[in-house]
């Protein structure tokens, strides 16, 4: 089992920036894939940004050149730098991680980007 915390959303004006952290705790060695999907009110669940054991980053194209995922193996975080950041952003964001024959997810965390 891998447990997922979440925690840096919030409010911010257009074209601001937010830093979302995704903390893993469990059987870590297992997972494979890391990553961050939002969904919207009325909206399906998107693909935002993920990364896989060897491979590089994979990011929506609606987010492209304005986001950016990382991580810090020393303490099992991955993290979501947010710039730029537009109305449409605003969504609840879900970090999740991949196993095998496994998907964890996170608590979600609400991003609201609204003058």
């Known amino acids: 089992q891998v447990q997922l915390v979440e925690s840096g959303g919030g409010l911010v004006q257009p074209g601001g920036s937010l830093r979302l952290s995704c903390a893993a705790s469990?059987?870590?060695?297992?997972?494979?894939?890391r990553g961050w999907y939002r969904q919207a009110p009325g909206k399906q669940r998107e693909l935002v940004a993920s990364?896989?054991?060897?491979?590089?980053?994979n990011y929506a194209d609606s987010v492209k050149g304005r986001f950016t995922m990382s991580g810090d193996n020393a303490d099992n975080t991955v993290y979501l730098q947010m710039d730029s950041l537009r109305p449409e952003d605003t969504a609840v964001y879900y970090c999740?991680?991949?196993?095998?024959?496994?998907?964890?997810w996170g608590q979600g965390t609400q991003v609201t980007v609204s003058s």
């Open positions: 469990g059987s870590i060695i297992s997972i494979r894939t």
């Open positions: 999740y991680a991949t196993g095998p024959g496994s998907v964890y």
């Open positions: 990364i896989t054991n060897g491979f590089g980053t």
